[in-house]
């Protein structure tokens, strides 16, 4: 098993939380007190890490989020600056890439190594090979994209294939595929008896689990279907936490936020 | 019919050209002449752009070789190059997005505004409220993955899915979802039985097919399979073109083998 996901495992035992804290810097919802200056972006997302680290298991900066605002910079030192002062808590870098070969091996050295991501998010339509340059980083974590919390996650992912659906098998791709113990899956909490067929397929493989707070994900059956004994889930919410609040003290309506959240999800732990 | 595909058709039509040259720049490989500077990158492709403009229906800078080298300025750079001095080629910005809502929104504001691209590439894998965004902006292309040059390109791809390949099912999808004429596919050329199955589901949908060149896919089957009356194919290649030459004329030794490769296409033009 990988170093990614042995951090994991410790957060989620010796932190007790299954909590993860999206980044998705918006800078139209920012506090007026931070004022719009050229690295807002960076000053915003440090202060809520800071007001949260001791919550979270892990946090995903969204890197459209960064890249939109030309702030490749203001996410390479906030991935520095989680490193430094909040080493336990492992980043996935929310990326969704999908490429073969060379280019694949080009994502990888974005990712792994110009942002120092300790795990990143990938599309499995392209197949293995667009996998394989990721699990090269023999430390490092990979979640592929199984069952989406969107909509139009239906288009392709519920199509019926050889007696299962496309995301079963995705699932089930990805268990094949994780010699290294460097896997995880995508889940989305708006579909929770997908979310506990992904767990039987998945054996006790770590899910990241989007969409409860702003998508109406439920935490109860989110849990039910998804948890196993040392945790196995990865449960994200990003804009209910990072918007909590919108005045001078939004770190702190920010930490309230998750601590709630945190509890909410651990009163269904077993 | 977007701005976009009309582009594309003047090219095919008064350019006489289906070839389009993929921008992958890999400094370990380029002319000891260019030199080490921090704008390599740039320098590399504006002579390959420069050498080649006259040649091609468009040029396809692959993003994940410019952020895995920090070079997204130069990125900016060689793109407003393209538009000031080539007007009339459109630029396809491969990057492969796919995500969802307020995110692909970031993707497309990059991928369209910050970096200018007329058109991009996406995955499917999240459904069609992943490619709503890129279709907000009128004018502009994208390409989804359909049927891809590469191995595993069959591990989700060649499922069965109520009696066709999931590929299929894409390019199904993607003439449901393509109301502004704004959408294309990807379909390697490596698999010309496969091109000619999407291209009698795409109707005369342009197609985008790397894998020629140096992954070996046939100029022939490919246009045989895949050419409509306008033209309709979008055929790249990268490696086989930008390091045909390794010496100081490494720009007309491009534009050499960009010569006999679209003589090659046009051979099978009709």
């Known amino acids: 098993m990988t170093a990614f996901v042995r951090r994991l495992q410790a957060r989620w035992r010796d932190a007790g939380t299954l909590l993860c804290v999206g980044l998705d810097p918006d800078p139209a919802r920012f506090p007026a007190s931070l004022g719009a200056g050229d690295d807002a972006i960076y000053l915003f997302c440090r202060a809520i890490v800071d007001a949260t680290a001791d919550l979270v298991c892990a946090f995903k900066p969204q890197i459209a989020y960064f890249s939109s605002a030309c702030a490749e910079a203001q996410l390479q030192d906030l991935i520095a600056h989680i490193h430094d002062r909040h080493p336990e808590v492992p980043v996935i870098l929310d990326a969704k890439r999908g490429d073969i070969g060379a280019t694949a ?77 460097q896997l995880g899956l995508v889940v989305g909490a708006t579909y929770p008896a997908e979310l506990a067929r992904v767990r039987a397929i998945a054996g006790d493989m770590p899910l990241l689990v ?47 936020a998750a601590i709630a959240t945190r509890e909410e999800i651990n009163r269904w732990r077993h």
């Open 105 to 181: 091996t080009h994502y990888a050295r974005e990712l792994y190594e110009r942002f120092r991501a300790d795990a990143v998010t990938l599309s499995p339509y392209m197949g293995f090979d667009s996998i394989e340059p990721y699990l090269e980083y023999a430390e490092r974590g990979a979640f592929l994209l199984c069952r989406t919390s969107n909509r139009g996650g239906d288009d392709l992912q519920m199509l019926e294939v050889g007696g299962e659906k496309l995301y079963e098998r995705v699932a089930r791709l990805a268990t094949r595929w994780n010699a290294g113990g």
């Open 210 to 256: 989007p969409g409860i707070g702003a998508q109406g994900g439920d935490v109860q059956a989110t849990m039910q279907a998804g948890q196993t004994r040392a945790g196995g889930l990865v449960i994200n919410s990003s804009r209910a936490i990072l918007y909590a609040g919108r005045g001078e003290d939004f770190a702190q309506q920010a930490r309230a």
